[in-house]
C-alpha cells in the first residue's frame, strides 16, 4: 500500500520552531519530486516548499522563504520540513505530496500521492 505519512504538527507560539516529517511506505522517495503544501483557512491550498528527490533542488514559497528548510533522508525514506520563526499566518492544514515529475514545480496538480494533512497552528 502506497502512503505518506506525516508528523508533527498541533500548537506552536509565535517565533518558535518545529520540524516535520513526511514518510513514504510502499515506495521509494527516490525519484521525482517531494512537496510540503499548506491550506490556511479560507484560502487556496498553496506550495510551500519542494525538493527534487534526485539532486536536491529545492523551491520555497516567497513567505517562508529563509525561515523553512526542506531536506531529504533517502535511507529513511523521509523528507523534513524544518520551520522557525514561525508566524501566525503558517497556521494551516499541512499536506506532504509526491509527484513523478522531472521538473520542480509548486503546483498540486503534478504531485499524485497526497499525505493524509495535519493541522497546524501558530498562536499564542
Known amino acids: 500500500q502506497l502512503q505518506l505519512v506525516e508528523s508533527g504538527g498541533g500548537l506552536v507560539q509565535p517565533g518558535g520552531s518545529l520540524r516535520r516529517a513526511c514518510s513514504a511506505y510502499g515506495f521509494p522517495l527516490e525519484d521525482g519530486a517531494i512537496g510540503w503544501f499548506r491550506q490556511a483557512p479560507g484560502k487556496e491550498r498553496e506550495g510551500v516548499a519542494c525538493?527534487?528527490?534526485?539532486?536536491?533542488?529545492?523551491y520555497y514559497a516567497d513567505s517562508v522563504k529563509g525561515r523553512f528548510t526542506i531536506s531529504r533522508d533517502t535511507a529513511k525514506n523521509t523528507v523534513w520540513l524544518q520551520m522557525n520563526s514561525l508566524k501566525p499566518e503558517d497556521t494551516g492544514v499541512y499536506y506532504c505530496a509526491s509527484g513523478a515529475i522531472l521538473g520542480l514545480t509548486s503546483s498540486e496538480y503534478a504531485y499524485d500521492y497526497w499525505g493524509q494533512g495535519t493541522q497546524f497552528t501558530v498562536s499564542s
Open positions: 525538493i527534487m528527490a534526485s539532486g536536491g533542488r529545492t
